[in-house]
């Protein structure tokens, strides 16, 4: 009986011991810096074909060491050559269209500014002619005004001399009177007779004139339709111009995408790496998308981890963080966190107790600094977050 009290009392004494060991390690661990296991990873480039076509060459395999721009493969390129060719004969096809064009539509505005001075001009003309009516008119008006004045002082001097004409027979005046009456009648009578004819002569000339106006208007109307159609005509031909133009420049863009495709014969790495797949051998046939290489950026390492609810508080971006690798005991790897996940990676049905929240976990991510590049991608580290 004594023995079996002993068992238990030191079996309870090993039970109490362990439990509270195993609290002092959970009080540890919570106290402690936070983080977790990891997986490093490398930036992962695809470099894809962008045409169909037959690879009829390979320069890299896995494992080589290339450059940014360096030549990784060829594609078939007869068909994207042909289109080139195809499309530069009809950018100078296009170019040699322009030429003729643009010299008919400089030909066709100088005709059409020739024709419209013309047609100035003979406005102007007309204009002239119009004024010089006017102006025969107002002369033979002036005429007739001036015969019209001769008329009414001849009547009065015929009444006159039949006055004297009377008052002679009648002995009150003398002969040399009438003489004198008769004589101014006659005078008269002349200018009477020559302003007549200067008033019908003014009157012929302004009709004439009238019809010098009306000519020049007709000739002036007759131009500006010359000249209204010359414009027409520059125009059509201005908007020829513009189809050429347009036709070059459809031209030149379909060589531009001609030489894209060309260009995309050759494929090359955009950034330095390491080839980590080649997916394809010389002969195979691939299609718009299909991957050719995968190119791993050792200079650029990153690590995802995983930090509990309890720790999220204690992990910011910025914040310093040290990896250390199995393949490389007792070297620490420093970094900084890039990204904490707005979300936790695992969340229970129901967050009710403190261990059910302990259970919500959130990623992290962080860069390491690696200048030896003794990292790998898909190498297990051990991650802690030092803090700032």
């Excluded at 499309?87 to 269209?97: D, K, N, P, S």
């Excluded at 090359?268 to 195979?284: E, I, K, L």
């Excluded at 999220?312 to 966190?337: C, I, K, S, Y």
Aim: overall charge negative; glycine content about 8%.
């Amino acid at each position: 009986m004594k023995r079996f009290v002993g068992a238990f009392v030191v079996l309870s004494l090993v039970l109490g011991g362990l439990l509270y060991w195993r609290l002092w390690l959970q009080d540890a661990e919570r106290s402690g810096p936070p983080g977790s296991s990891g997986v490093v990873e490398a930036e992962r480039v695809i470099v894809a074909a962008r045409i169909a076509s037959r690879i009829t060459k390979l320069h890299a395999d896995e494992g080589d060491v290339v450059e940014a721009g360096q030549l990784l493969a060829d594609l078939d390129c007869s068909e994207m050559d042909a289109l080139v060719s195809q499309a530069e004969a009809q950018v100078a096809a296009a170019r040699l269209a322009v030429e003729p064009v643009r010299g008919q539509a400089e030909a066709a505005a100088a005709q059409a500014e020739a024709v419209r001075r013309q047609a100035e001009a003979a406005a102007a003309q007309a204009d002239a002619a119009q004024s010089q009516a006017a102006a025969a008119h107002k002369q033979a008006a002036a005429a007739r005004g001036q015969a019209g004045a001769a008329r009414a002082q001849r009547e009065n001097v015929e009444r006159q001399r039949d006055r004297v004409a009377t008052l002679t027979a009648e002995s009150v005046t003398t002969e040399a009177d009438l003489e004198t009456v008769e004589t101014s009648a006659r005078d008269l009578r002349y200018r009477v007779g020559a302003a007549a004819s200067s008033a019908s002569a003014a009157q012929l000339s302004a009709e004439a004139v009238d019809g010098q106006a009306e000519a020049a208007r007709s000739q002036a109307g007759a131009v500006e339709q010359q000249a209204v159609a010359a414009e027409r005509q520059a125009g059509a031909a201005s908007q020829q111009v513009e189809v050429v133009r347009a036709q070059l420049a459809v031209a030149e863009a379909g060589l531009v995408r001609a030489k894209v495709g060309q260009a995309e014969c050759r494929l090359t790495a955009p950034r330095a790496g390491v080839v980590a797949v080649r997916a394809h051998a010389a002969g195979d046939v691939v299609l718009p998308g299909t991957t050719v290489f995968e190119i791993l950026d050792p200079t650029d390492v990153r690590v995802r981890f995983y930090v509990t609810n309890a720790e999220l508080g204690r992990v910011a971006p910025g914040m310093r963080v040290g990896a250390t690798a199995d393949a490389h005991p007792g070297t620490t790897f420093g970094g900084v966190v890039r990204r904490v996940a707005e979300e936790a990676e695992f969340t229970p049905r129901s967050v009710q107790t403190r261990d059910d929240r302990d259970r919500l976990v959130y990623e992290v991510e962080a860069r390491l600094e690696d200048p030896r590049r003794q990292l790998r991608s898909g190498m297990p580290v051990e991650v802690v977050v030092k803090g700032p």
